[in-house]
Each structure stands twice: as C-alpha cells, then as structure tokens.
C-alpha cells in the first residue's frame, strides 16, 4: 500500500481538499492517504462547503501537524504552498516529493460569492491534479 501525505500551512483548506479528493479517486485498498500542517489553523467551513458541492464530505476530516513516523515512511510528499515546502522537514531520500504552488484561498477578499469562487477555483486545480495521480 503507498502512502501519500499531502502539506500545506495550517492544514485548513488546501491540503484538506487534497485529501478528500485522494480518498474519493484513489482506490482504497492501494493507498493511504492523509493531510497535515506545519501549523494546525483548524478545517474551513469554505472548503467544507465547496467540496460537498462537488459530493465530496470533507467534514470529519481533521487539521493535523505533521506526525514525523508517517512524514518518513511516506512514499509520495506533496506540498500544496511554498510555506509548506520551504518549512516542513528534510524529505528523506527515496521519497518522492511533488510541489503544487496553490494560492490560499482562506486569504482571499470581497463578497462572500468571491472568496467562495477562489475556494473553488483552488478546488478544481486540486481535483486536476490529483486525477494526475490517477
């Protein structure tokens, strides 16, 4: 079974929407797969919501720190900013690493239809890319 780790800031949003994504594409007995932060800012009700407009339920997921034992047994790392890249651990070698330069939509501003339309927009660039997986 390969491992995936997908890591971002506060673990809220991005990485959030990246997990439910892996869950709901990959096939469940060939992977494991988790999210985590270099900092815990809690889930965001936005990603919540814009996932479950794509069916996806994302709301028992939980904003996790980086436990170190699954950080080095992983098989694939994938950072989903330039904050999770640049401040999370060494990735030991023999662990694939992937970037995925993602704005964060939780810093978006303006009506609430904008911020939630950079939710989704953030949203079908993770679906995308997880399909890559695929």
Known sequence: MKKIYFLCTGNSCRSQMAEGYAHSLLPKADFEIRSAGIET????????????????????????LIDMEYF???????TL???AKDKCPTIPIGITHIHWELQDPAQATGSEEEILSEF???????????????
């Open 41 to 64: 800012h809690g889930l965001n009700p936005r990603a919540v919501k814009v996932m479950a407009e794509d069916d996806i339920d994302i709301s028992n997921q939980t904003s996790d």
């Open 72 to 78: 080095k047994n992983a098989d694939l790392i994938i």
């Open 81 to 83: 900013c330039g904050d």
């Open 120 to 134: 989704r927009n953030t949203r079908d660039l993770i679906k995308d890319k997880v399909h890559e997986i695929v």
